[in-house]
């Protein structure tokens, strides 16, 4: 389906036109900075590290974007991922350029994440062309981990999950870590359960600068965007800045699966004296998108793996019945500041999401067609979810003797209000049932509150020995108040809490400048879900939290040949949460858990004159105890294996990542076969080519190499005949980037 995009071109054409006016008066000097001026200022900022304090949750490498000349490049800057040498928990760190010159300008943070060993991802309508649909971690499953903007948890408050689609874009991601682990007690969040994915936004460049980027590709997908860098504003204390504005449109790989995304991001900092910085970002984005549900096999024979939805307005599958429109912000103020031998850090911060969804009853065509209105008109669903978060988080560290003392908690509210109602699309979208009250499905207020406090000590036990002990005490509660609740249909007025302390041990060994080995003990935790309360007394549910008791061990290797990690866990998962139905009552209970273990490596290793091989592998095992049988979604192992090369003005990759058996549901059915899929980048550097421009580079880029189009996932069932539904792989694509820094 073609759909013009030509009013939102314009938006970003404009703002690249005004922003090459400024040039043009003199505002904006043209010859502000030479490249080998940004090279000697990225040079001058070394990599940092956090240590707890307001950055990621755990100890984290943040790596610099590397200006690459022959022969000067290191295997840590080729890394696609790598452990940094200070972790004390199995962890890979995704850089800049993977996420620059290897992932898709349209990805998500999804997108990049799944080369890292034990995670398995695929976006069915095309990379970070619709939300991501079944990132596993371990095979922890999407709610089942931490995902944080620059160290903030955010997400659903009903069952902690995230939409890939509806906040940040590629080009305002500088990094991402994967800690598959519930870290110490420093590390925040609802879903410590299963791991974090840290999201780490760029930084405004030193130097001020103007960069416009374009790209196009297969389905008709195209990217428009600029960034504006401030520089140092030393007449403002040493201001720095950066604003981008970013136009995403694509048919996407499904039939009639459009999408049309636009983003705002800025992040100022503000230096305050030597020991003080404050800095402010905002996320804006606005996103159109229609979705499918997966298709049967049937649908699959018949039309083709590609098939989403339909171009007739006559059945419930037809796209102008099935889309989304979304509205996201994501705000933070960031103090940090150096006081009497503390290190304080707070961070005030809000992100509300606006969802409007459509759909037809049944888009995979089970039901048919009738409402009171006529028998042949189109019955669907319109549905309203709209929520914000505001929250806090305080950390606070000073040096204690022989070691450090960290202390500090999060407070979060996040409200919400719940609608969904029947509705007759052949009739405009009236409600199709008399009186009113019979065609709500739901009307829902809920509201989570979420707090944590910490106190960890770090102790120096010799030069190269850190063992680093504490506890988080967590206290989540949840409220519902609802007129129509959801499955019940009846109203409620409902609340609980729950609490837990989480301990934490780990040990840190540095064997010597480029070799570090760790061991942790900790719990982890996950709050039961909104669901528990779809019932008519959830007062006899009774349900504990989830948690986990992990153990791992490991090993990491950094140096300018070599990158090196292995780990083993095993994390014994208990207080599952069950359903069962009592005549017309639905009642959740614990009951049993499960064992997940495995071993999990990943290197870089140069060859010669600028290749170096990369890999990495996991074996997986996630179990139900007493049965023994594999969890949903959770692959046996995971691999992957590329070449890469690195020369002056040249930069290539060919990464292949393979994805192991899995079962699509439980009790080992829907089995699902292995898959492999290959990546093919390649980049290169025009310097100077005109004297306005530092430099332009172009990048060519292939997804799915072999175009493997087989069923990957299991999408659910349909609601009519329970006949399973599927995702498939989509199709080879191609991409071509032109970015320009002026």
């Known amino acids: 389906m073609n759909r013009p995009h030509a009013a939102r071109r314009s938006m970003l054409a404009t703002a690249v036109a005004t922003a090459l006016g400024l040039m043009t008066a003199g505002l904006l000097p043209a010859g502000a900075a030479s490249a080998a001026d940004v090279a000697d200022a990225a040079a001058a900022t070394p990599p940092t590290t956090t240590t707890g304090t307001m950055g990621s949750n755990t100890r984290i490498v943040q790596l610099k974007k590397v200006e690459v000349k022959a022969g000067t490049e290191t295997t840590g800057d080729q890394a696609p991922s790598q452990a940094s040498l200070v972790a004390t928990e199995p962890q890979s760190i995704i850089g800049s350029r993977y996420i620059e010159n290897v992932a898709a300008s349209t990805a998500n943070y999804s997108d990049i994440v799944k080369i890292a060993p034990s995670v398995s991802d695929v976006d069915p309508n095309g990379p970070g062309l619709m939300e991501s649909q079944g990132l596993s971690v371990r095979g922890f499953q999407n709610g089942e981990y931490n995902v944080t903007f620059d160290g903030i948890p955010w997400g659903d408050s009903n069952d902690f999950t995230q939409h890939s689609t509806s906040y940040f874009m ?15 007690a420093r590390t925040l969040g609802n879903a410590t359960f299963g791991g974090t994915l840290s999201v780490d936004s760029k930084d405004p460049e030193p130097v001020m600068g103007i960069n416009p980027f374009f790209s196009v590709g297969s389905f008709n997908t195209q990217v428009e965007g600029l960034r504006f860098d401030t520089g140092t504003m030393n007449q403002y204390g040493g201001t720095t800045a950066y604003f981008s504005a970013k136009n995403l449109s694509s048919d996407g790989y499904l039939t009639n699966a459009a999408l049309d995304r636009q983003n705002f991001f800025t992040k100022i900092v503000q230096p305050l004296g030597e020991n003080t910085t404050l800095t402010f970002a905002s996320n804006l984005t606005r996103l159109h998108q229609n979705v499918s549900l997966g298709a049967t096999r049937a649908q699959i024979e018949q039309y083709g793996p590609d098939y989403g939805l339909s171009a007739d307005p006559t059945s419930q599958s037809f796209y102008g019945y099935n889309f989304d429109k979304i509205t996201t912000d994501f705000e933070y103020l960031d103090l940090e500041t150096r006081w009497d031998g503390w290190n304080i850090g707070d961070k005030l911060y809000t992100y509300g999401y606006r969802h409007k969804g ?61 609608l969904q109602y029947e509705i007759d699309w052949s009739n405009g979208g009236a409600l199709n049932a008399v009186p009113t009250s019979a065609a709500i499905d739901r009307l829902m207020n809920d509201s989570l509150t979420d707090m944590q406090t910490y106190a960890e000590y770090e102790w120096h036990a010799t030069d190269k020995l850190d063992i680093t002990g504490g506890a988080k005490y967590v206290n989540f509660r949840r409220t519902l108040d609802a007129q129509v609740n959801q499955k019940t249909g009846l109203p409620i007025h409902y609340a609980q809490t ?66 090196l990690s292995f780990d083993a866990y095993h994390i014994d998962f208990n207080n599952k949460i069950e359903s069962r139905k009592i005549g017309t009552v639905t009642q959740y209970y614990n009951a049993g858990g499960a064992i997940y273990k495995g071993v999990e490596g990943e290197a870089t290793v140069a060859i010669a004159d600028g290749f170096s091989v990369y890999a990495n592998a996991s074996l997986n095992d996630a179990k139900v105890k007493g049965t023994n049988e594999w969890l949903p979604n959770a692959p046996n192992r995971t691999a992957a294996l590329g070449l890469l090369f690195d020369s002056g003005p040249w930069s290539l990759s060919l990464i292949d990542k393979y994805v192991g058996v899995r079962y699509g549901d439980s009790g080992q059915t829907q089995r699902l076969g292995g898959y492999a899929s290959a990546d093919f980048a390649a980049s290169y550097a025009f310097m100077h ?3 306005a421009m530092k430099d332009v580079e172009v990048t060519f880029k292939v997804a799915n190499l072999g175009d493997n189009k087989s069923i990957y996932a299991l999408a659910g069932y349909t609601s009519q005949d329970n006949n399973p539904l599927y995702w498939t792989i989509p199709e080879r694509s191609f991409e071509l980037d032109v970015s320009a820094h002026l």
């Open 689 to 691: 080519p005109l004297q």
């Open 358 to 418: 459509y759909n037809g009853s049944d888009p995979n065509g089970e039901q048919p067609n009738g409402t009171v209105y006529g028998p042949n008109d189109v019955p669907g669903q319109r549905m309203r979810m709209d929520y914000r978060s505001v929250g806090d988080i305080l950390r606070l560290s000073h040096d204690l003797g022989p070691g450090e003392i960290h202390l500090g908690g999060w407070a979060d509210r996040q409200t919400n209000h719940r």
């Open 498 to 563: 729950w609490t837990r302390a989480l301990p934490s041990v780990d040990m840190h060994y540095g064997l010597s400048d480029h070799w570090s080995a760790y061991a942790q003990w900790a719990k982890g935790f996950l709050a039961p879900n909104l669901n528990t309360f779809y019932t008519a007394d959830p007062a006899a549910n009774q349900v504990k939290p989830e948690g986990t008791t992990n153990e791992q061990i490991g090993t990491a290797w950094n140096s300018d040949g070599l990158t």
């Open 170 to 184: 590629p080009q305002d991601i500088g990094q991402v870590t994967i800690d598959r682990g519930p870290g110490s």
